[in-house]
C-alpha cells in the first residue's frame, strides 16, 4: 500500500458527460501528479500540483482540468468525454515538487466512456 | 517521438537466473532514472533510482546501470524469484514540457518480466 488513495476505482460514463477523479496524497506530501495510461501511450504525464499550486503541465487536454486544495487532495476534471479518453488515471504524490525523488502512486481509477 | 524506450514488451527468465530489462533514453536533459513494477490492477510500485552522476544502484537482488553516453540503463534482478513476474516500467525525470515536464516522469512502454519455475 504506497498511502495515496484514489476514488472511485471504476466509473462508466457516456460520451459528452464529465465526471471528476479524487486523489488523498501520502501524508505529509505536497506534489500530487496526475497520469494517463491508455492500451496504445502507456503512462502518460497529464499535469503536476505543488501545496494548491499548478507547477507543470504535461499532455493534457484542454478539456480536462486539476485542482489541489488547501487538504492537499486534488480533483481531476474530465469534460466533454470521448470514447479515446477510456483509460487508467493514476494519481501520484512526492515529497518535494523537485522532482528527483521517487513518486508514489495509487491504485488508479478505470474510465470506461460508452 | 518516444524519449524513453523499451524495446522488448516481454522477457521470460527462469527461476534463480538473472533477469535483465533494458532502457534507451534520447533525451539528454534527463537527470533522474527509476524503475517501477506494477501488477495487474495496481499502481506503479516504486523499485530503484539513479541519479546521472552515478552509474550504479544496488538495493537487495535489484541493480541498476546507467551508461549516459550511449543513454542506456539496465536494471538487473538476481536471483529471479515468481513474485518478480509483473511488467516493469522504466522512467526518467527533466527534460521539456513536451517530454512530461519539469518534475512528471516519462515513461516507457513497459516490458512484461515472466518468471518460469
Known amino acids: 500500500d504506497s498511502g495515496v488513495t484514489q476514488t472511485p476505482k471504476h466509473l462508466i460514463t457516456a460520451t459528452g458527460q464529465r465526471v471528476t477523479l479524487r486523489c488523498s496524497p501520502r501524508?505529509?506530501?505536497?506534489?500530487v501528479y496526475w497520469y494517463q495510461q491508455s492500451l496504445d501511450q502507456g503512462l502518460q504525464f497529464l499535469i503536476q500540483?505543488?501545496?494548491?499550486?499548478?507547477?507543470a503541465k504535461g499532455n493534457i487536454l484542454e478539456r480536462f482540468s486539476a485542482q489541489q486544495f488547501p487538504d492537499l487532495h486534488s480533483e481531476l476534471n474530465l469534460s466533454s468525454l470521448e470514447l479515446g479518453d477510456s483509460a487508467l488515471y493514476f494519481c501520484?504524490?512526492?515529497?518535494?515538487?523537485?522532482?528527483?525523488?521517487?513518486?508514489?502512486f495509487g491504485p488508479g481509477t478505470r474510465l470506461t466512456v460508452t | 517521438d518516444q524519449q524513453v524506450k523499451q524495446n522488448s514488451p516481454s522477457l521470460s527468465v527462469q527461476e534463480g537466473r538473472i533477469s535483465i530489462l533494458n532502457c534507451d533514453y534520447t533525451n539528454s536533459m534527463f537527470d533522474y532514472f527509476l524503475w517501477y513494477k506494477k501488477y495487474p490492477a495496481e499502481g506503479p510500485t516504486f523499485l530503484i533510482s539513479?541519479?546521472?552522476?552515478?552509474d550504479k544502484n544496488e538495493d537487495g537482488r535489484f541493480t541498476v546501470f546507467l551508461n549516459k553516453s550511449a543513454k542506456h540503463l539496465s536494471l538487473h534482478i538476481v536471483p529471479s524469484q515468481p513474485g518478480d513476474s509483473a511488467v516493469y516500467f522504466c522512467?526518467?525525470?527533466?527534460?521539456?514540457?513536451?517530454?512530461?515536464?519539469?518534475?512528471?516522469?516519462?515513461f516507457g512502454k513497459g516490458t512484461h518480466l515472466i518468471i518460469q519455475p
Open positions: 522512467a526518467a525525470s527533466g527534460g521539456d514540457y513536451s517530454g512530461g515536464g519539469a518534475d512528471g516522469l516519462t
Open positions: 500540483y505543488y501545496n494548491g499550486e499548478e507547477r
Open positions: 501524508s505529509g506530501d505536497l506534489s
Open positions: 501520484a504524490s512526492s515529497p518535494t515538487w523537485a522532482g528527483i525523488y521517487e513518486q508514489y
Open positions: 539513479i541519479s546521472s552522476i552515478k
